[in-house]
C-alpha cells in the first residue's frame, strides 16, 4: 500500500488521518516551535528516504501551513480526498489539498494549492478558492465566488452568489456574506458580516 507523510500533530492531524484510507502513515513531522502541550501525538524526524514520501499539511491556520510548505524539504504534496465527498468531475484541484468528508464540490470549482475543506461543506458552481485558505466545517458557498489566498472562513458561514474576498481575510463563525459584495483585507463577523478589524493578515503572519 502506498504511503504518505503528515505536517502537523493537532487536531486537523488527527482527523486527516481518520479518512484516509487507502494509504499507510509513514510519519507524522513538524517543527517543536509548533507543537502545543495539549499535542497527543508522538512526532517523528523523517529520514531521507521519508523526505521523498507525499505529504500532506495537516493544520488549519494558513500562515503556518504556508510556512510548513516553505520550510519541508521534501517536494511532493499530496491530496487527502475523503471518499465521502461529492468532488464533481469538473473540478480541479492544486496540490496539498485537504477535502473532507460530506463536502460537496458542485461544477466547475477551481481549488487553488495547499486548501483546507472541512467537514460537511458545500461550494456551489464556479467558485475559485485561493492557495493556503482554510474553510472550516458547515460553510456554504453559493456560486462564483472568488476567495482569494489564505483566507479563514469560520465555522458555519455563509458566503452568497458573486461574492469575492481578498487575500488574507478572516470571516467569523457564523457570519454572512451577502451578494455581491466585495470583502477587503480584514476580519468580518455577524449576520450580515462586517468589518471589525482591519488586520486579518493570517497569510502573511506567524
Known amino acids: 500500500m502506498e504511503l504518505f507523510g503528515l505536517l502537523g500533530s493537532g487536531g486537523q492531524s488527527r482527523e486527516t488521518l481518520s479518512f484516509e484510507s487507502k494509504r499507510n502513515l509513514a ?62 468531475k469538473t473540478v480541479k484541484i492544486g496540490v496539498g489539498c485537504t477535502i473532507s468528508p460530506r463536502t460537496v464540490l458542485t461544477t466547475d470549482v477551481v481549488i487553488g494549492d495547499h486548501v483546507l475543506i472541512n467537514i460537511a461543506t458545500t461550494i456551489s458552481h464556479d467558485c475559485v478558492i485561493g492557495d493556503y485558505t482554510t474553510i472550516s466545517p458547515g460553510v456554504h458557498i453559493g456560486g462564483r465566488v472568488r476567495i482569494g489566498k489564505g483566507v479563514f472562513i469560520g465555522i458555519g458561514s455563509v458566503i452568497s452568489n458573486n461574492v469575492t474576498i481578498a487575500d488574507g481575510v478572516v470571516v467569523g463563525a457564523g457570519a454572512v456574506l451577502v451578494d455581491n459584495a466585495d470583502v477587503e483585507n480584514g476580519v468580518y463577523v455577524g449576520v450580515p458580516a462586517k468589518l471589525i478589524n482591519t488586520n486579518g493578515g493570517w497569510l502573511n503572519e506567524i
Open 27 to 88: 510519519f507524522i513531522a513538524l517543527n517543536k516551535e509548533y507543537i502545543s502541550e495539549e499535542d497527543q501525538i508522538d512526532i517523528l524526524t523523517p529520514d531521507e528516504q521519508q523526505k521523498r514520501t507525499p505529504v500532506i499539511v495537516a493544520v488549519g491556520a494558513p500562515a503556518v501551513k504556508r510556512k510548513l510548505v516553505e520550510e519541508w524539504s521534501g517536494d511532493r504534496f499530496t491530496n487527502v480526498i475523503s471518499p465521502d465527498a461529492y468532488v464533481d
